[in-house]
């Protein structure tokens, strides 16, 4: 099981590293995007992002239906899936209910995770902020903060990147035996 997810704000290097740490391997890379170039903006912002990967990559444009993006990866391919907050999005504006995102992130998540190649995931860490004004906002970030720990929670690693820099995150169990074994020293 190698399933990566890498967590962040906007800009702060989530893609990069999933590119470098897909061309590290050295094998045959199979990319899957979620974005759909509905504007100029976005569609800048897509070409900017094809740009910054090798063009002998494989690209699998799937806005939607992400288990079936997972579930046909080519055998051997190292993937990256960018991006679940733009999936989560997408999804929310085709009027999937709530669970049914969750049990299908749940199984997109477990897909990959079941993979022996690498599976790199990018996704956005919308929770930091203020509180969204509108009700479709916050269900947004209360969806995609769920969506992001189910993927966390079937990764083998998971990071949070700030200003292009990783910051390993631990499972829950082990941070509080730190923080016991350290009260207790």
């Known amino acids: ?28 890379v199979t ?6 170039a509905r504007d100029d903006e976005m569609a800048e912002r897509i070409a900017a992002h094809r740009t910054a990967r090798p063009g002998s990559w494989a ?10 993006a997972v579930a046909s990866l080519p055998a051997g391919h190292v993937a990256i899936v960018d991006c ?11 009027a999937d209910g ?31 902020g203020v509180v969204p004004m509108s009700p479709l906002g916050r ?21 949070f990147l700030v200003a292009g820099r990783p910051l390993g995150l631990i499972e829950p169990g082990d941070f509080i035996g730190r923080v016991m074994t350290a009260a207790d020293g």
Do not use: C
Request: glycine fraction near 8%.
């Open 84 to 94: 679940l907050s733009l999936w989560v999005a997408n999804v929310l504006e085709r």
């Open 31 to 36: 990319f899957v995007a979620t974005g759909e």
């Open 98 to 128: 709530e669970e049914e995102i969750l049990r299908s992130a749940g199984r997109a998540a477990a897909a990959a995770a079941a993979r022996t190649p690498l599976v790199v995931a990018v996704s956005n860490e919308v929770g930091l």
């Open 59 to 68: 690209t699998v444009e799937e806005p939607l239906e992400l288990e079936a």
């Open 139 to 159: 269900s947004y970030r209360d969806l995609l903060g769920a969506v992001n720990h189910t993927w966390v929670a079937a990764s083998s690693e998971a990071a």
């Open 1 to 28: 099981m190698t399933l990566v997810t890498l967590l962040g704000g906007a800009r702060s290097g989530k893609s990069r590293l999933a590119v470098e740490l897909a061309t590290a391997t050295g094998a045959q």
